[in-house]
């Protein structure tokens, strides 16, 4: 059987490994105060600003969870798409603190920035406003969870929208590799530090063990983070382990050589489905997504594994690449969806 279902089912690269072994029985201080966090964010900072404060989380769901929590006061909200992955995919921790998400519509798995803005609007001249959540961030993802991604413009719009409510942008990278290296992306990660408030550098999902990349531009979201991680269960003993990933990841930049080839294999995966006049949604990064019918999805399933979900009368199927995809079976999919 042949894995298309996530891009984090295996290990991780095999350059991480070896710098961990070589690292291994050196001694160094724990809690991230370690040579190679420290040359991380170093690396991190070169590529955005001087002035970021970087944080290194063991895992995407804990980034979010934090960073909200840390940036809201206990009477706020947070804003997000209704396919957002704070809101579908992680068993409403977010609002486990107390804090509401409250959802919009999406358009192309974005947020819809004018159904944003007149939630916003609307909050802000009710007369009843103080009996419901204010809403003072919004979330996104970049890619989102259908592999789109927001340009530049999209991007810039966003922030003018919070400058214009004083709230804040909180951009989730869990997949920036890929939204990095797309075809069709004219944002560089010091765009994201630019245009949001914080966001972060996927590891997890991008060719690292674990964990993620949390960069913060905001002044009043700096003070006392690491209290926020240590108090939440996120900040490792062993955080050297996070600042080994990260500085092989970027030293050189394998994490998006990495995510160019995982991209070229979807879209390859793309044109065969397309060849076969198969509906598919518009990504241009290493997520794929297809309407497909039972007995195609059947055929499929025979000798590969991916994500599926019955929308009406089709299965909206997920194909997704990754870091380690390899190219034969990559043709071995593409010989099978010659078949259907």
């Known amino acids: 059987m042949?894995?298309?279902?996530?891009?984090?089912?295996?290990?991780?690269?095999?350059?991480?490994?070896?710098?961990?072994?070589?690292?291994?029985?050196?001694?160094?201080?724990?809690?991230?105060?370690?040579?190679?966090?420290?040359?991380a964010a170093k690396i991190i900072r070169e590529k955005t600003s001087?002035?970021?404060?970087?944080?290194?989380?063991?895992?995407?769901?804990?980034?979010?969870?934090?960073?909200?929590?840390?940036?809201?006061?206990?009477?706020?909200?947070?804003?997000s798409a209704t396919s957002g992955h704070i809101e579908v995919n992680e068993t409403a921790a977010?609002?486990?603190?107390?804090?509401?998400?409250?959802?919009?519509?999406?358009?192309?798995?974005k947020i819809d920035i004018e159904k944003a803005r007149d939630l916003l609007e609307n909050r802000k001249n009710d007369p009843r406003k103080e009996?419901?959540?204010?809403?003072?961030?919004?979330?996104?993802?970049?890619?989102?969870?259908?592999?789109?991604?927001?340009?530049?413009?999209?991007?810039?719009?966003?922030?003018?929208?919070?400058?214009?409510?004083?709230?804040?942008?909180?951009?989730?990278?869990?997949?920036?590799?890929?939204?990095?290296?797309?075809?069709?992306?004219?944002?560089?990660?010091?765009?994201?530090?630019?245009?949001?408030?914080?966001?972060?550098?996927?590891?997890?999902?991008?060719?690292?063990?674990?964990?993620?990349?949390?960069?913060i531009r905001n002044d009043l979201l700096k003070e006392d983070f690491r209290y926020h991680i240590k108090q939440n269960g996120a900040m490792l003993a062993k955080g050297r382990f996070l600042g080994v990933q990260f500085y092989t990841l970027l030293k050189d930049d394998l994490y998006t050589e990495i995510a160019k080839k995982a991209n070229e294999y979807a879209l390859s995966i793309r044109k065969a489905f397309e060849d076969?006049?198969?509906?598919?949604?518009?990504s241009y990064t290493n997520q794929q997504f297809f309407y497909l019918t039972k007995e195609m999805v059947d055929k499929l399933l025979e000798d590969f594994s991916f994500e599926y979900e019955k929308e009406?009368?089709?299965?909206?199927?997920?194909?997704?690449?990754?870091?380690?995809?390899?190219?034969?079976?990559v043709n071995k999919l593409i010989h099978k969806i010659k078949e259907l």
């Open 94 to 109: 977010v609002e486990s603190t107390g804090h509401k998400i409250l959802t919009v519509d999406a358009i192309d798995g």
């Open 276 to 282: 076969k006049n198969i509906k598919c949604i518009d």
């Open 50 to 79: 001087p002035n970021a404060d970087v944080h290194l989380i063991s895992g995407g769901t804990q980034t979010n969870l934090i960073a909200i929590k840390s940036a809201l006061r206990p009477h706020e909200a947070v804003i």
């Open 131 to 215: 009996h419901k959540a204010k809403p003072k961030m919004i979330y996104i993802s970049q890619p989102t969870e259908i592999g789109t991604i927001y340009s530049k413009k999209e991007l810039m719009d966003l922030r003018k929208l919070c400058d214009d409510y004083g709230i804040y942008l909180f951009v989730d990278g869990a997949r920036l590799s890929y939204a990095l290296e797309s075809i069709k992306n004219d944002v560089s990660m010091k765009d994201l530090y630019e245009l949001s408030d914080l966001f972060y550098i996927g590891g997890t999902k991008c060719g690292a063990m674990m964990g993620e990349a949390l960069l």
């Open 2 to 39: 042949i894995f298309f279902d996530s891009d984090y089912q295996e290990g991780c690269h095999p350059l991480i490994l070896k710098e961990m072994e070589k690292s291994n029985m050196i001694q160094y201080h724990g809690y991230g105060d370690d040579f190679y966090t420290k040359e």
């Open 312 to 329: 009406g009368e089709y299965y909206l199927s997920r194909f997704c690449t990754s870091w380690a995809t390899k190219e034969e079976y």
